[in-house]
């Protein structure tokens, strides 16, 4: 069964650093999404791509975090600097469109000392 | 703004009796709605969803209900299994917006 798949599964750094989370979604899957996971809280959309282009990051902390998804494939989130309060799991999640079912990676556990 | 709350953090039930999941919402351009399941060290999974023009879908031992004028829906299970001990996660969005999710039942059937 074809799955989403992420790297790394989890990731530990110092707040000023920078780290990047990769992520292959489902063969043929068109849209992409990037989740950040509080503990307690439910995941909250970051960005959401449609093939290669970015159709939302109204979430997105623009002045540290980036997202790209250059062939439309996979794509890279990428933190910098890295923060405390950046501590979370981030999952990536992948549809055949945007109004299709989501399918989720195993998500990457980012921990900020 | 919490526009999708599960109020409930947790809920322990016997093995073989029914689990109900509760969760409420606020905004009612919501026209659909899922519920995913969530194991430890592993990303949520799909399980089950209903659009606002029903008010039940049903798949096996998992039955949603939807109560529109309530704002509300709910997850069953029955019977319970101890392989359903997870995390539920209610999620609801409307045509062309993001998915919302709640904060999450953890759920523990017991042997």
């Known amino acids: 069964e074809a799955e989403v798949a992420q790297s790394p599964r989890y990731k530990i750094t110092e707040k000023s650093q920078a780290v990047a989370f990769w992520c292959d979604p489902i063969?043929?899957?068109?849209?992409l999404y990037w989740y950040r996971q509080i503990l307690g809280q439910g995941p909250e959309l970051l960005v959401q791509f449609q093939d290669e282009s970015v159709v939302d990051d109204s979430q997105l902390p623009k002045d540290r975090f980036s997202a790209e998804r250059l062939k439309g494939v996979d794509s890279t989130l990428k933190i910098q600097p890295a923060e405390l309060g950046d501590s979370a799991m981030y999952l990536c999640?992948?549809?055949?469109?945007?109004?299709?079912?989501?399918?989720f990676g195993p998500g990457t556990r980012l921990l900020v000392l | 703004d919490q526009q999708v709350k599960q109020n409930s953090p947790s809920l322990s039930v016997q093995e073989g009796r029914i689990s109900i999941l509760n969760c409420d919402y606020t905004n009612s351009m919501f026209d659909y709605f899922l519920w995913y399941k969530k194991y430890p060290a592993e990303g949520p999974t799909f399980l089950i969803s209903?659009?606002?023009?029903?008010d039940k879908n049903e798949d096996g031992r998992f039955t949603v209900f939807l109560n529109k004028s309530a704002k509300h829906l709910s997850l069953h299970i029955v019977p319970s299994q101890p392989g359903d001990s997870a995390v539920y996660f209610c999620?609801?969005?409307?045509?062309?917006?993001?998915?919302?999710f709640g904060e999450g039942t953890q759920l523990t059937v017991n042997p």
């Open positions: 999640a992948s549809s055949l469109g945007p109004q299709e079912t989501q399918y």
């Open positions: 063969s043929g899957h068109a849209t």
């Open positions: 209903i659009s606002s023009i029903k």
């Open positions: 999620a609801a969005r409307w045509s062309g917006s993001r998915l919302t």
